[in-house]
């Protein structure tokens, strides 16, 4: 009987890079609280968007943005 | 707001709606009452505070308390307004002009956020901006709570838990454990500095 050659395991693929995060997550990546992150928003240091039910999102470009400049 | 809650009992979804939003956005039923308060307390203590600012341009400042700020100027650190936030002042030929300076520790830089001639002006700026931030993150956790009951409960009106949510957190006393690390804090970062 012959054999099927195994496969070898591919390994997981990296999962796409998130485009935009939560204001919970871009306080967690930037380690401040969240009042600092809306302090940012209001004082035009992050440029939010919004999702479809109003939610703001911070765009990855933004956080990086921020992190270079600051 | 009103709390919805006052009229009409909740029905037994929506008990378990709001027990789940609560443990949803717990950190935010945290955070955004402390936040609060301390804004709170600074438009409490605003005429004390312009008054140290005040007393303290008259007088010499200690070296240490010398700082240099982005648009190139030395600064004054009179009174500690927040973590990192002080209020500022800077000599000058006929009085002194006054400033709210962030300091970011990672990068040793200090950022004017507002500044001005009269001291009571330029808190009553900084407050503003800081009751502008609140009513931003207000609308925002509307939103995420909204957007939270929809999708774990569709098809149901889940509004008046929304917005007994929101009354919550936008009303509801610091705990007292958080109330005790933020007095602690205080001890800390607060004194005022003539």
């Given at each position: 009987?012959?054999?099927?050659?195994?496969?070898?395991?591919?390994?997981?693929?990296?999962?796409?890079?998130?485009?935009?995060?939560?204001?919970?997550?871009?306080?967690?990546?930037?380690?401040?609280?969240?009042?600092?992150?809306?302090?940012?928003?209001?004082?035009?240091?992050?440029?939010?968007?919004?999702?479809?039910?109003?939610?703001?999102?911070?765009?990855?470009?933004?956080?990086?943005?921020?992190?270079?400049?600051? | 707001?009103?709390?919805?809650?006052?009229?009409?009992?909740?029905?037994?979804?929506?008990?378990?709606?709001?027990?789940?939003?609560?443990?949803?956005?717990?950190?935010?039923?945290?955070?955004?009452?402390a936040s609060?308060?301390?804004?709170?307390?600074?438009?409490?203590?605003?005429?004390?505070?312009?008054?140290?600012?005040?007393?303290?341009?008259?007088?010499?400042?200690?070296?240490?308390?010398?700082?240099?700020?982005?648009?190139?100027?030395?600064?004054?650190?009179?009174?500690?307004?927040?973590?990192?936030i002080h209020?500022?002042?800077?000599?000058?030929?006929?009085?002194?002009?006054?400033?709210?300076?962030?300091?970011?520790?990672?990068?040793?830089?200090?950022?004017?956020?507002?500044?001005?001639?009269?001291?009571?002006?330029?808190?009553?700026?900084?407050?503003?901006?800081?009751?502008?931030?609140?009513?931003?993150?207000?609308?925002?956790?509307?939103?995420?709570?909204?957007?939270?009951?929809?999708?774990?409960?569709?098809?149901?009106?889940?509004?008046?838990?929304?917005?007994?949510?929101?009354?919550?957190?936008?009303?509801?006393?610091?705990?007292?454990?958080?109330?005790?690390?933020?007095?602690?804090?205080?001890?800390?970062?607060?004194?005022?500095?003539?």
């Open positions: 009987m012959e054999t099927i050659p195994q496969t070898e395991a591919q390994p997981n693929p990296t999962p796409p890079e998130r485009l935009a995060y939560s204001i919970q997550e871009a306080a967690d990546m930037l380690g401040v609280n969240y009042f600092s992150v809306y302090r940012l928003i209001q004082r035009g240091k992050l440029k939010p968007c919004r999702a479809l039910r109003g939610k703001l999102l911070v765009p990855r470009t933004e956080l990086l943005k921020l992190l270079a400049t600051e | 707001m009103n709390n919805p809650f006052e009229h009409r009992r909740p029905t037994e979804l929506e008990d378990k709606a709001h027990a789940e939003a609560v443990r949803h956005f717990a950190e935010h039923l945290k955070q955004f009452p609060r308060e301390a804004v709170e307390r600074l438009e409490r203590d605003a005429d004390k505070i312009a008054l140290a600012a005040n007393r303290a341009a008259t007088k010499p400042t200690p070296k240490e308390n010398v700082i240099q700020a982005d648009d190139g100027k030395q600064w004054h650190k009179s009174v500690d307004l927040m973590e990192d209020f500022c002042h800077r000599p000058i030929s006929y009085g002194a002009e006054y400033a709210v300076v962030e300091h970011f520790p990672a990068h040793g830089t200090n950022e004017i956020l507002n500044r001005g001639w009269n001291a009571g002006e330029v808190l009553k700026a900084f407050t503003q901006g800081l009751r502008q931030t609140l009513q931003v993150w207000t609308e925002d956790m509307t939103a995420q709570v909204k957007e939270f009951l929809s999708e774990k409960f569709p098809g149901q009106d889940l509004s008046r838990i929304a917005d007994a949510f929101i009354h919550k957190c936008t009303t509801q006393a610091v705990s007292k454990k958080h109330e005790l690390t933020h007095d602690h804090e205080q001890n800390h970062s607060r004194g005022i500095r003539i």
